[in-house]
């Protein structure tokens, strides 16, 4: 075991690494969570513990239900049936813009980087609590005008670290992929959240770029940020994650840390062995 | 969220309930300034329930009247001038038409604000028929069937409507002008040619329809779409379109509603209760089997398994091999066409007028809301339902506040059910 | 030669003259005014209403039937007020339902809204009130013995002289009486003042979630925003202008009449939006005199070319045919720019292009 991890990666390294064991510290417990499309069984977890502090990779072959999942645990869908809870809060009855507030806050697997806005503008929205987001203070200049100062340096400085400063007054549309990528996850550090989930981010960057996305996503944990993420490449998430969770078709089929998942027989056989090469191809 | 959906579906109760209210119960006022009046006599009976319409000299509406049970009717007017009266004649009882050398229209001349007398010169095909009032089960019945009649056509205006949307995302607002397009192409053909046999006429003016909306798509939509234009913006040119083509119609064929010659008068077929004029088992049987012929297209041929597949989704039924433009001009086309032959059927029923696409947009909207934007089967369905209660409702309501009908039908449904009914459980908002 | 003496027939002064009156008169007022609101609505926030005439309807039917009822006093204030409230009524209607699904939904809604409100306004039944199909032909508060038309172009009036009513100001075919200066001047005050307001608003954060909603509303959401609470309240503030668009008209008219809100009246108000670009500030300033400008000249010039040929025909049309041209060259005009120009005069080229990626 290396030295230099900090005490939640310790802890959860030693998580017993079964489907829906409990962690020592979890920032969100998942119960009975599902949903069906038609007669479609697409989400059916029935427990779920999230470590707080470490990195989480969910891996499942196409159509495991991942990124149901996410919509799920953030309300852009409606579970069928399910609780969760996020720091001890309830979290299942409540909308999307609420879980995000509560500092739950997600990406997109297709980037939705709002074209029209220049990217300090997309930062910029991302603070939470703006006074001048009121319509009645937003009338009063005084009433937010050094909040917007803060949250505007509070970007810049985000945007320095994401290598983005040069483009902040471009429009957001004229950005590469990579580059969207990157603006989504600044964004969603705008909001200074406690968990960040993280669709799929490496999909279609170029690879030149996946290795400072991924320095990216290791600096989230090492300030503090628990990280959830979605990533079809294997090798990325053997390098980066402390803690994987498999899903096949719905269902939590294993846990473990990267060298227990990656030497677990169901794992290799729902996944690995049979629709791994299928999978490649999608976006 | 739930707080607000509940305090919105209050507020909707209790406004719905406070204007039918409202309607139903307060009684007409006497009127002030000045109306076109009558009763409607046939020798010395009194005829109730006809359908009068009054224009304008620029052709807009100025009020319809139905006859009440001593005949009596009357539209009121606020300014002078020259006033079209019209019967529709398909309100007409079996067996009524007009004297020689009279038609169901009467010019008005309104030199002043004030009452009008205006008379029609009635004559029975059968001297001998008596008019009696018929008792109340029996209007109810034949309420109800002219709501099956105008929801199967409403059904056959929608369809085409909710397939475009299906499988291009647009939302077309030119769509219900198929209907006025198709009934005044049929007006038109049968003053070229009257002594073709009408249903020739009625395949003639559904033809036009499907060329038409093969010229929109090939001309218009097709281009734009492949400029890549977000479907916003095409709803918009769909918008535009749909001025064009009704005013377009206005200038071509003038503002007085008109009337086929066939089946102008008809004698009434007994049917088990029911005696209605041939013509409506006609409209109705035709309808319903090209309704059905739209579900075995759908369903049992290939270009119907191709809109289903392109309407699910385009990328991926392009990359499996389908035509995804030769399917999205199919779809023009039949939609187009099957509006057309509504429409042409409407106008036995209603008068042929260049606004008949306005009247019937708000019900074609709710109807294809109601069944879930983008299915062939809800469009029908709910084309139906909606034809069959705005018109029912008529027994109680005015007519003119059917519409009334469709709009808290449209609003409940997007509170409760906002994919429809026959729709997809989609995620929204 | 013959086309110089064709131009010869014409009347230039006529011709130019009308159509820049039409371009600042009070109707264009109106018009400008709708389209601030709708610029709020599209522009902005991206909301599809296709019923802006039923806000108009709203604001004028709302402050007519406060003042004839003699409701608050027969105060005219006060009526503007209601019209406003009676609008706000009608896009917390529409809204609640409508704007938690896709746009399409909305468009749908607030069309059908806008007829049910013009055929119910003009049903018999509610002759009492709204004057059903006569509507209100003079706006007064007859307990109070006071009138709209004489309160707002007479008693409030400072261009209005005892001694000379029929003064008129200004020159050549822009000479306008003191009563029509008089609300000109309130109209684009109005104008003006509204414009400033949504600018202001959308400059500040609360504008910077609007813009969101309109870019991507997922996005706005993943990131705490309640978007459905704040396309509502763009919903209802672009309403309330859009009431006082109609409030303008009605004010100008003196009366009004179930026709006044015939569903042209919105995509006329789109047209003037998309004319003079939506997301711009002062688009529909722009857009409303040069949709008037246009719209009248043309009229003008097909009647003055069918009435100089010697058959009083000109492509088939006839002198009747003018006033329906007007309506198929709107829809032109709106299609057309939809196409070529969506961004419209003052519009920024670069956005429209973005949204083509």
């Known amino acids: 075991m290396p030295a230099d991890l900090n005490a939640a990666q310790q802890a959860v390294r030693t998580a017993d690494p079964t489907p829906g064991s409990a962690k020592q510290d979890p920032i969100l417990i998942i119960d009975e969570v599902s949903r069906s499309f038609g007669g479609l069984q697409a989400v059916d977890v029935k427990r779920l513990e999230v470590q707080r502090g470490v990195i989480t990779a969910f891996i499942g072959p196409n159509g495991a239900g991942k990124t149901t999942f996410f919509n799920l645990l953030t309300r852009f869908d409606d579970p069928d049936t399910g609780k969760w809870q996020f720091n001890g809060e309830e979290l299942s009855g409540k909308l999307s813009h609420s879980i995000a507030q509560a500092g739950m806050v997600r990406t997109f697997q297709l980037t939705k980087s709002l074209g029209k806005m220049s990217v300090m503008d997309n930062m910029m929205l991302g603070a939470q609590d703006q006074k001048g987001e009121s319509l009645f203070s937003a009338l009063v200049k005084g009433s937010w005008k050094s909040q917007e100062r803060a949250v505007e340096a509070k970007a810049t400085e985000l945007l320095g670290r994401f290598n983005l400063s040069h483009m902040r007054d471009e429009y957001a549309a004229t950005l590469s992929g990579g580059q969207r990528k990157l603006l989504e996850m600044a964004r969603a550090l705008m909001s200074e959240p406690d968990l960040i989930l993280l669709d799929e981010p490496m999909a279609g960057v170029n690879p030149a770029l996946v290795q400072s996305l991924l320095v990216h996503v290791e600096a989230l944990r090492d300030e503090g940020v628990s990280v959830l993420f979605i990533e079809h490449d294997m090798d990325v998430i053997m390098g980066i994650s402390d803690w994987i969770v498999v899903l096949a078709e719905g269902r939590v089929i294993a846990e473990g840390t990267p060298e227990q998942v990656s030497q677990n027989n169901v794992v290799i056989d729902a996944y690995l062995g049979t629709s791994f090469a299928e999978d490649e191809g999608t976006p | 969220m739930a707080v607000v959906r509940a305090a919105g579906a209050t507020l909707l109760l209790v406004l719905a309930a406070s204007l039918l209210a409202v309607f139903a119960t307060a009684a007409p006022a006497e009127a002030q300034d000045g109306a076109l009046k009558g009763t409607l006599r046939l020798g010395r009976d009194v005829v109730p329930d006809v359908v009068i319409t009054a224009t304008d000299a620029s052709g807009s509406e100025v009020g319809t009247a139905t006859t009440d049970a001593d005949g009596k009717w009357e539209i009121p007017f606020s300014e002078t001038g020259t006033y079209q009266v019209t019967i529709d004649t398909s309100t007409l009882p079996e067996g009524v038409g007009f004297e020689e050398g009279r038609s169901e229209t009467v010019e008005i001349v309104a030199d002043e604000v004030r009452a009008k007398a205006v008379g029609f010169k009635l004559a029975s095909a059968d001297v001998s028929t008596t008019i009696e009032i018929d008792p109340l089960w029996q209007r109810l019945l034949s309420r109800a069937v002219d709501g099956i009649k105008v929801g199967l056509l409403i059904a056959l205006a929608s369809v085409g409507l909710s397939l475009i949307y299906g499988v291009t995302g647009l939302v077309n607002f030119a769509h219900s002008e198929m209907v006025a397009f198709g009934a005044l192409m049929a007006f038109a053909f049968e003053s070229l040619w009257g002594g073709l046999p009408f249903w020739i006429i009625i395949v003639l003016a559904a033809l036009a329809g499907g060329v038409l909306g093969f010229v929109l798509e090939g001309g218009i939509f097709r281009p734009l779409r492949k400029r890549k234009m977000n479907n916003i913006s095409l709803m918009i040119v769909s918008i535009g379109l749909a001025f064009v083509m009704r005013y377009t119609l206005l200038i071509l064929f003038g503002s007085d509603p008109k009337s086929y010659e066939h089946h102008r008068v008809q004698k009434a077929i007994d049917f088990g209760p029911f005696s209605l004029p041939g013509k409506d088992y006609w409209i109705m049987g035709v309808s319903l089997l090209m309704l059905i012929a739209v579900g075995l297209l759908l369903q049992r041929t290939k270009l119907g398994t191709a809109m289903r597949a392109v309407a699910d989704n385009p990328p991926l039924s392009q990359s499996s091999g389908i035509n995804v433009d030769r399917t999205i001009m199919a779809v023009w086309i039949a939609g187009s066409l099957l509006a057309s032959v509504g429409g042409a059927f409407l106008g036995l029923t209603q008068v042929v007028e260049w606004q008949m696409g306005e009247k019937v947009l708000l019900l074609i909207f709710a109807a294809v809301t109601l069944g879930g934007l983008g299915t062939a089967y809800g469009a029908m369905v709910g084309g139906l339902a909606i034809g069959f209660a705005s018109e029912f409702s008529t027994f109680w309501l005015d007519n003119d506040l059917k519409f009334l009908i469709a709009l808290i039908v449209l609003i409940f449904i997007l509170l409760y059910k906002p994919q429809g009914i026959l729709g997809v459980r989609e995620r929204f908002g | ?357």
Request: net charge positive.
């Open chain 3, 1 to 357: 030669m013959s086309n110089l003496q064709l131009l010869a027939g014409f009347d230039m002064s006529k011709l130019f003259g009308d159509s820049i009156r039409a371009g600042i008169n009070v109707q264009s007022a109106a018009f400008a005014l709708g389209a601030v609101g709708l610029n709020l609505h599209y522009g902005f926030t991206g909301l599809l209403n296709v019923g802006m005439v039923a806000f108009m309807a709203a604001g004028s039917y709302g402050m007519a039937i406060i003042f004839t009822q003699g409701l608050l006093g027969g105060s005219i204030l006060l009526g503007i007020l209601g019209g406003l409230v009676f609008a706000t009524i009608i896009a917390l209607l529409v809204g609640i339902p409508a704007l938690r699904l896709r746009s399409d939904y909305l468009a749908i809604t607030t069309i059908a809204i806008g007829e049910v409100m013009r055929i119910s306004f003009r049903s018999r039944r509610l002759l009492d009130i709204t004057g059903g199909p006569f509507g209100l032909p003079s706006i007064e508060d007859r307990s109070a013995d006071i009138s709209l038309a004489d309160r707002i172009g007479r008693d409030w009036n400072p261009l209005f002289n005892v001694d000379d009513p029929t003064r008129t100001f200004g020159f050549w075919k822009l000479a306008f009486d003191g009563k029509t200066l008089w609300l000109m001047i309130i109209g684009w005050t109005i104008v003006v003042l509204c414009s400033l307001l949504v600018w202001k608003l959308i400059q500040s954060p609360w504008g910077r979630v609007i813009k969101a909603i309109r870019e991507d509303e997922d996005a706005a959401r993943a990131l705490g925003k309640n978007v459905f609470s704040y396309k509502l309240q763009s919903l209802v503030i672009g309403g309330c202008i859009g009431a006082l668009a109609g409030i303008v008209r009605t004010l100008d008219s003196g009366f009004v009449e179930s026709n006044q809100f015939k569903p042209q009246t919105t995509f006329f108000i789109w047209t003037v939006l998309i004319l003079g670009g939506a997301a711009s500030k002062w688009g529909p300033v722009l857009g409303a005199f040069l949709f008037w400008f246009i719209l009248v000249f043309f009229e003008e010039l097909l009647r003055q070319i069918i009435s100089s040929s010697s058959d009083m025909v000109f492509l088939g049309l006839e002198a009747n045919d003018v006033g329906r041209m007007r309506l198929i060259i709107m829809g032109i005009m709106l299609a057309a720019l939809m196409v070529w120009r969506p961004q419209g005069i003052l519009g920024k080229k670069e956005e429209a292009l973005l949204d083509a990626r």
